[in-house]
């Protein structure tokens, strides 16, 4: 299930491969289901992940065979193919901006066979997905991923290749620009499941082992976020009285 923002709702069939969407009629109480149904897109088959891009123009599909199928808003009953390198499987979407500042609509693809996470700018005329930045690996395969709204960052489930369960954030403007990335790993339980950020706090599902099933559970994160780039904003230099320090250096003009 998709939730579309400005109201209405998504099915994806993962079964019959198909993806129903309703207008935002269904959201009143007692909607007849047939009256608010826009169209049934039929998709590649054995979809894994469906996502709705941020400004609602369209949504995805991901496939571990190795494409993503883009849907326009405009055309709900119409699905186009997108080849894309790798076995994408995981997805979530990201308002963001490029590397000039303009707006820009990303894909976070995730690739459980590499245990990456891939940037991706998505031409719905066109009906391409074009990779924006280079792949980070994510220290396993990605189970989920969630982006909260106007953020920068995204939080990732994880299964390590041994281990338990964890997350990991992912800055996603450092991802865009190819630099470091991911964070450090918080583990959360034996196996990954969804996660989903919510601004300052987050939720992790997981599950016990087989010996254990009971530990499972949900895992309630606080999240931080610090702007490192005030540290850099207008104001007054630190004095420096000798002989308690030395200056290394001066930077004129600050």
Known sequence: LAGRPGGGLLVLDAGAATITAWSSAIDA??????????????????????????DESGWATAHPSGEINLIAASSPGTATSAAFAGAPETLASWSGTTSAGAKAEYLVIGDATAGTVQLATVDLAAGTVTAAGAGAALGGAPRS??????????????????????????????LRDSAAAVSG?????????????????AYAAFTGDVAHPEQGGVAAINVTENDCGTYLDDGPCAECEPPECLVLTTVRDY
Do not use: E, H, R, Y
């Not at 109480?29 to 941020?54: E, F, Q």
């Not at 790993?185 to 706090?201: E, Q, W």
């Open 29 to 54: 109480a007692g909607a007849d289901l047939n009256t608010a149904k826009l169209a049934t897109a039929t998709v590649a088959a054995a979809p894994s992940a469906l996502t709705v891009l941020g």
């Open 145 to 174: 991923f969630s982006v909260p709204a106007d953020s920068w960052w995204a939080l990732a489930s994880v299964q390590p290749a041994a281990g338990p369960a964890a997350l990991v954030a992912v800055d996603l403007v450092a």
């Open 185 to 201: 790993p918080l583990s959360i339980g034996a196996t990954a499941g969804d996660v989903i950020a919510l601004g300052t706090t």
